[in-house]
């Protein structure tokens, strides 16, 4: 049976969403010969009038495997269940685009996104019966359902690059560097590019951190004849007491703009000992550009598990990443939880038992 499915990809790109459209539209196009319509930017393609869709065929997806970015366009602004208007009123445009999804003819939709877009996908599931199948995704890896994410691995090689960059510099110079990563309310950006790349101290905003223990490190190391460190920031860390970030900033509908997490520790310590210190923020480079093999593989399977899912009329799970095994779970059980780096995570063991500060006790 010739089947008619919508893809979009929601909230900020990550490396790899590319390559799960190429595999749905191989496999569901290619293979089964069904119909897959791409919906640009997110929902908010299906709530244009007229609508923005296209057809995606296989032809349309050549070269995608390895592109950065997404060809469908996306957003993390404009929830249609808490739509602003420019009036500034907010409306619930739901029923709106449950209608559309239906005009168009789509039996469901394939939802590529974090923890918002995917709580979006359930919402229009559960209240207005449109079909939906979920595919995780962001570069911070913090949803709890699916063992990793597409593209953060591609971020962690990023921010290790940047590291192994930093090292030789910070030696010749004897200073002290520091890299601000992504994530900011989960470290495991920083964490893994931290153990990586060989940082000496890593930040991160589940571990508050006490300024004077990253000194002592300092201290410790040049005692050793080690006149250089390197800190891994994520930009959501922050110390225990008393600061807040200088560029924290609300914008758009309700998303936080992280910044200024390194110049604070940076300050921090430059208030406590006498250094030269250098901050780096690395920002979008992490989310840009060519996703690893790893992260290639994964969206593939993703794709792939998703169209098996919609001939399984699976709707309303969310394909993941299981012990190393591609199952799904129900999207009610996923939506808006989020994965956080727990202070006795195996990686912080590891990397304290190799030396790494972390800024905190235990
Ligand atoms: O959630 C992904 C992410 O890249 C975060 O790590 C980062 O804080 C945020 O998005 C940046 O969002 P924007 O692209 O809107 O600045």
Redesign the pocket.
């Known amino acids: 049976m010739s089947r008619r499915i919508g893809i979009l990809t929601g909230?900020?790109d990550?490396p790899g969403l590319n390559a799960v459209i190429r595999a749905v539209v191989k496999h569901a196009v290619g293979q089964k010969r069904w119909q897959v319509i791409g919906i640009e930017d997110a929902f908010n393609g299906l709530l244009q009038t007229p609508p923005r869709l296209f057809d995606l065929t296989p032809r349309s997806c050549q070269g995608l495997l390895h592109r950065g970015g997404t060809m469908l366009g996306t957003t993390?602004r404009g929830n249609p269940f808490a739509w602003k208007m420019p009036d500034g009123t907010v409306v619930d445009r739901g029923a709106e685009l449950a209608a559309r999804v239906r005009e168009e003819g789509l039996e469901g939709l394939i939802v590529i996104g974090?923890d918002g877009t995917q709580d979006i996908g359930w919402r229009l599931m559960r209240d207005h019966g449109i079909p939906v199948i979920g595919v995780p995704k962001?570069?911070?890896n913090d949803l709890e359902s699916t063992d990793f994410t597409f593209g953060f691995w591609s971020a962690v090689e990023v921010a290790t690059e940047a590291l192994d960059r930093l090292h030789t510099t910070a030696e010749s110079h004897d200073r002290v560097m520091l890299l601000e990563v992504?994530?900011?309310t989960a470290g495991w950006?920083a964490l893994y590019a931290g153990v990586a790349g060989g940082a000496d101290c890593i930040a991160i905003p589940e571990l508050p951190y006490d300024p004077d223990r990253f000194a002592d490190k300092i201290r410790m190391r040049r005692a050793r004849g080690r006149h250089f460190t390197l800190i891994v920031v994520a930009?959501?860390a922050r110390p225990k007491v008393g600061e807040r970030l200088p560029s924290e900033v609300a914008h758009?509908q309700g998303?936080i703009?992280?910044g200024g997490a390194a110049q604070t520790l940076a300050r921090l310590l430059a208030e406590r000992m006498p250094i030269e210190s250098r901050v780096t923020v690395l920002g979008?480079l992490?989310?840009g550009g060519s996703p690893t093999p790893f992260d290639r593989v994964l969206a593939t399977r993703f794709g792939s598990a998703a169209v098996d899912l919609v001939e399984q009329d699976g709707w309303g799970n969310l394909v993941r990443l299981d012990n190393g095994s591609i199952t799904h779970i129900p999207l009610e059980q996923v939506a808006g939880a989020p994965r956080h780096v727990s202070p006795d995570h195996e990686l912080i063991q590891t990397a304290r038992s190799v030396g790494i500060e972390f800024g905190t006790a235990s």
Do not use: F, K, L, S
Request: net charge neutral; proline share 0%.
């Open positions: 909230g900020g990550a993390n974090g962001t570069i911070d992504m994530g900011r950006i930009e959501g758009g998303n703009q992280a979008h992490q989310r």
